[in-house]
């Protein structure tokens, strides 16, 4: 009889760093965890994902990020070591020593000792499994001593099982089936529209519209990967180079630092000042002059929004405060702005402007200039079909909330 194991894509090893990276994020805090080299963790990635003829992860923002076919190998190896490690704590009630069958067991250890269990003797096992007598020996003893505690009592016909042989027994009889399908899961996986999104966002970016987008795109295409991150200019302009993320959204500059990196106009916005709506600055500021010694909350330095505030104050002959509070999201921009007597220079769509918090409350001073745009920067060179759909998205959404305007009361 031929070994079982031989038609096995992954080793349990393999399964164990496939998952380790998941949690850590990279292959080198996964060696760290698995008390494994980083090349020896590479290694088995490499192998891994030869033997399953796919990428299992790609490089992202945050570190190793999933494929969609990475998800499902993924939850297999998941399933896997979870059984595992059920039984180990299981066997864990018999012995106060520490068990190791969740970091070193293997399939030649299960399969083993589950056909000794089987057909009663180590040389029929032996047999069965095309070994020698002494190679099943061996593995009984490297797993008996994984458990700390003995797996068979011996009888004048052969091996009589423990508890803890059955238990492992058992396991192999479960898990056994999952490592047989590795190849059929995937390849039985919907034939639709796979692959992963990454979307940075700048701060103080009219948000609200990339949730609808991301919500559409998983309502058509489910087996999509969908991500969004929040970050600074530089960031994401050097995660979008690398290929870390596939574009980013936020307002539009004078052109991107860096020629590889196109801009897309998507939404004329303007900047706005805003506070508390019961703040008596309503009552008594007609012009900026009247803001000179308010506290202020805006976006950080670098950013455009931050350079407009300082272009305010020059524009009167007079200093920028120093007392600026930044804030590094809109949401929470508007939250303290609510709770405090800051005043904060944030910029709305026409429609966001209409549907402004009731707490909250423009300031009626006409600003220099309020123009902007918001866009979406794109790689000249990596374009795809998902980043086309999320554009489309993203344009419709616009669109949307152009006609609700139009269509909405005066």
């Not at 192998?47 to 299992?56: C, F, I």
């Not at 180990?88 to 293997?106: G, I, S």
């Not at 969908?226 to 500059?253: K, S, T, V």
């Not at 200093?319 to 405090?340: D, G, R, Y």
Request: hydrophobic letters at 40%.
């Amino acid at each position: 009889m031929n070994n079982p194991i031989a038609s096995f894509p992954l080793s349990l090893k393999q399964c164990r760093v496939i998952t380790e990276i998941m949690k850590k994020g990279t292959e080198k805090d996964a060696s760290v965890s698995l008390n494994l080299s980083q090349s020896s963790v590479s290694r088995a990635l490499s192998q891994a994902e030869q033997a399953l003829q796919m990428s299992v992860f790609t490089r992202g923002w945050s570190g190793a990020e999933p494929t969609a076919k990475g998800e499902v190998v993924i939850s297999s190896c998941n399933n896997l070591l979870q059984a595992i490690a059920d039984t180990e704590r299981h066997l864990q009630e018999n012995t106060t020593a520490l068990l190791k069958l969740r970091a070193y067991v293997e399939w030649r250890h299960l399969v083993t000792i589950e056909t000794v269990v089987r057909v009663g003797s180590a040389s029929l096992a032996a047999q069965t499994l095309g070994m020698t007598q002494p190679a099943v020996s061996k593995t009984l003893k490297e797993i008996e001593n994984m458990v700390q505690q003995p797996l068979f009592s011996r009888a004048r016909h052969g091996l009589i099982p423990n508890t803890a042989a059955k238990q492992l027994a058992s396991l192999w009889l479960r898990i056994s089936p999952i490592a047989q399908s590795f190849q059929q899961t995937l390849q039985s996986l919907p034939n639709e529209l796979t692959g992963r999104l990454s979307v940075g966002m700048l701060s103080f970016s009219c948000q609200d519209i990339v949730p609808i987008a991301f919500a559409a795109i998983f309502k058509k295409h489910s087996g999509i990967r969908l991500q969004a991150m929040q970050g600074p200019y530089h960031m994401l302009a050097n995660a979008l180079r690398q290929g870390e993320i596939d574009c980013f959204l936020g307002l539009m500059r004078k052109g991107p630092i860096h020629p590889e990196l196109i801009e897309l106009p998507l939404l004329d916005i303007q900047y706005a000042l805003i506070a508390r709506a019961d703040h008596p600055v309503h009552d008594y500021a007609k012009t900026l002059n009247d803001l000179t010694n308010e506290r202020w909350i805006v976006a950080r330095h670098g950013t455009p929004i931050r350079d407009y505030f300082e272009s305010l104050f020059y524009s009167i002959d007079n200093k920028p405060p120093i007392q600026a509070l930044e804030m590094l999201t809109f949401a929470s921009s508007e939250e303290l702005v609510i709770h405090s007597d800051a005043i904060a220079l944030l910029f709305y769509d026409d429609w966001n402007i209409k549907q402004l918090n009731p707490r909250l409350k423009q300031i009626p001073i006409r600003l220099p200039n309020p123009e902007c745009t918001l866009g979406i920067t794109l790689h000249r060179e990596r374009q795809s079909t998902l980043i086309q759909m999320f554009i489309e998205e993203l344009q419709l959404t616009i669109n949307n909330k152009l006609t609700s305007k139009k269509n909405s009361p005066a």
